[in-house]
């Protein structure tokens, strides 16, 4: 199981750091992923990050705002957020996935959160 937290609404320029708590498997054979998506868009991986080897991934789109870490001791993984624009706004899941490689592809992904909501407006 895969729970959310901690979005909301922030003005551009803000940040928010948003948590995936992970039960019932252990992470070391993980990877887990936050994705996004926005209205009328596709689902967009934002970042990830390999349990067995530490490998992180970004794509230019977050490259150098956003930071990806880990707590093994609580199973929880976090996304933090800087300097958030409007086009950041989505609904942004964590997932994890089993594939043998390291991946950000969502079809490789076996496990979903609900999602929580990012709104950054002014």
């Known amino acids: 199981q895969l729970v959310e937290s901690g979005g909301g609404l922030v003005q551009p320029g803000g940040s928010l750091t948003l948590s995936c708590a992970v039960s019932?498997?252990?992470?070391?054979?993980?990877?887990i992923g936050w994705f996004r998506q926005a209205p009328g868009k596709e689902r967009e991986g934002v970042s990830a990050?390999?349990?067995?080897?530490?490998?992180?991934y970004y794509p230019d789109s977050v490259k150098g705002r956003f930071t990806i870490s880990r707590d093994n001791a609580d199973n929880t993984v976090y996304l933090q957020m800087n300097s958030l624009k409007p086009e950041d706004t989505a609904i942004y899941y964590c997932a994890a996935s089993l594939y043998p490689e390291f991946t950000i592809v969502s079809h490789e992904f076996d496990y979903w959160g609900q999602g929580t909501q990012v709104t950054v407006s002014s």
């Open positions: 019932g498997v252990t992470l070391g054979t993980f990877t």
């Open positions: 990050i390999d349990f067995s080897d530490g490998s992180i």
